[in-house]
């Protein structure tokens, strides 16, 4: 009987010591975004000889009221070296659960460290939804990236201007592509979308975004490649006219640029002009010819003070011969 009972005070030595020797994870939190619920707790500042391992339970409405409380291993967080655990597919409904974690070290394990207070998906938080507008002839492709599991999305659309009669489509977020279709040749739609759980909670709209309904029948590559095409012919267009004016002989340039003849008024007027003087421009090729005379005058030569005077320039290139308007110039 002494025999017997000591075995029992060495088995409970034994294994309150198996127990309590490691101390219990703290800070236990969930964080919940987008329907994915990440429980989390720091590091165990222990001493091990092995790795430190944790383990996770969950407790539900199901476990609580139809298993006598019965609380449920989650299956990817068992004795696992990591310090958070990924619950979301384990809260599968939207009731109250409590959740627990504990700490292993070879054959010691903590306390279990509770979740407090208990934990409900509607409680998540919603992020903004990624949102992509294409358009396609006359329709509109709405796409969306990574929604939340259980989620629908309200996307609104309008003609710009008209927001006053926008339509609102709704999406099952497994679908992630919404196709609206019928719209108006070359009218312009706005859209912005949101995230709606089945509890009624929201997330933020998404920036507006608008698109333009290009004419069905056209192939969608026709309005950018036409583009493209003609500012390449423009541009080979202006590069060949300047490389042959800059390379033109001048023999071959006469026959494009014939020289013009002068106007009746200034060929009756420069019958009685003096030549006054001729320069050569050197490196040009051209002579510049000044012409000086006096209105009603048959002489060039003496010009007294306060007379008007007629001055004309005559530049000739080697290509034609350009005569400039007629100058007044009064001497005092």
Known sequence: MTVSLLQLIMTLLTFTNDVWTLPAPSSVIMESVDMRHMLRWPPLQATCNTTLLYSVQYQGEFELEHQNGRWMEAPECQRITLSHCDLTSDLGSDSDYNIRVRAHCGSQRSAWTKLSPSFNRRQTKLSVPKMTVMSAGDAIQVSFETLPQTSTVEVTIWKKGEKLQAVMHSMPAEEEVLHIAALQEGAEYCIKAQTVLHSGFRSNSTDTQCVSIIDPDAPAWKTPTTLTVTVIITAGLLFVLFWSIVHCHPE?????????????????????????????????????????????????????AGDTLIIIVSIELNLTKYLTPTVYHKYT
């Open 252 to 304: 071959t340039c006469k026959t494009h640029f014939h020289k013009q003849p002068l106007p009746q008024s200034l060929v009756s007027a420069t019958s009685h002009l003096h030549r006054q003087n001729t320069c050569g421009v050197k490196g040009l090729n051209q002579e510049v010819t000044v012409y000086i005379s006096k209105p009603n005058s048959s002489s060039t030569l003496a010009h007294p």
